[in-house]
């Protein structure tokens, strides 16, 4: 009796939070400034290099606590510099400085605070801080990149910080890094590559 109870008195609890939470759909663009990093110490230099993305987001808040969730449906696209010609493997094949763009799906999720308690403030200017994990489908590469065995599907994370202005656009800054390796070289297999990124992007909500 006591475990049935307990459910039902938190089916309640959900129930009262979803009918209280505020939900929000949202077009999102951004940009990004990707390093392809090896680990290695024995491989060739790599430069970072700018990139964008664009796709819509999600956004479910609780209202009174500040705190809520957002997922995104996002096109990436993460370029990187590789400078072959310092290793006589791949420049003896007459390359050189190429640039690498991957073309990713991305589903970003996160666990995401306002700050709202600014006598009235937060409608014009409202902080945040967020944090989650980035699930990244490869969905094509360049040719630099066929120097390269890649990970289909890469786990990353990300956090920042930002604002929302005017209780319309929410504008985000923060660092995203893999955690397993993005790809590697085809010969010297034992180099492994991660996206270390940084990115900025808006969100416009549609009300």
Not at 89 to 102: D, I, Q
Not at 145 to 154: E, F, G, M, R
């Amino acid at each position: 009796m006591k475990k049935i109870l307990l459910t039902c008195a938190l089916a309640l609890v959900a129930s009262g939070i979803s009918m209280r939470a505020e939900t929000r759909l949202g077009a999102t663009v951004g940009v990004n400034y990707n390093e392809l990093h090896f680990g290695q110490t024995d491989i060739f230099s790599t430069d970072r290099m700018p990139g964008g993305s664009v796709g819509v987001m999600g956004e479910l808040m609780i209202p009174g606590i500040g705190f809520g969730v957002d997922a995104s449906l996002l096109y990436s696209m993460r370029n990187g510099k590789l400078h072959f010609e310092e290793k006589k493997a791949w420049s003896s094949m007459g390359l050189g400085a190429e640039t690498a763009t991957f073309h990713y799906i991305d589903i970003p999720i996160n666990l995401k605070f306002r700050y709202h308690n600014l006598n009235g403030f937060e409608s014009t200017l409202m902080p945040m801080a967020f944090a989650g994990p980035v699930i990244s489908i490869l969905a094509g590469h360049n040719k630099c990149a066929d120097q390269l065995s890649y990970t289909p599907v890469t786990l990353n994370l990300q956090m920042g910080i930002g604002c929302e202005i005017l209780e319309k656009v929410q504008v985000k800054a923060g660092y995203q890094f893999s955690v397993g390796q993005s790809c590697k070289t085809k010969l010297l297999d034992d180099h492994s590559a991660k996206h270390r990124t940084w990115f900025i992007n808006a969100t416009y909500f549609f009300r």
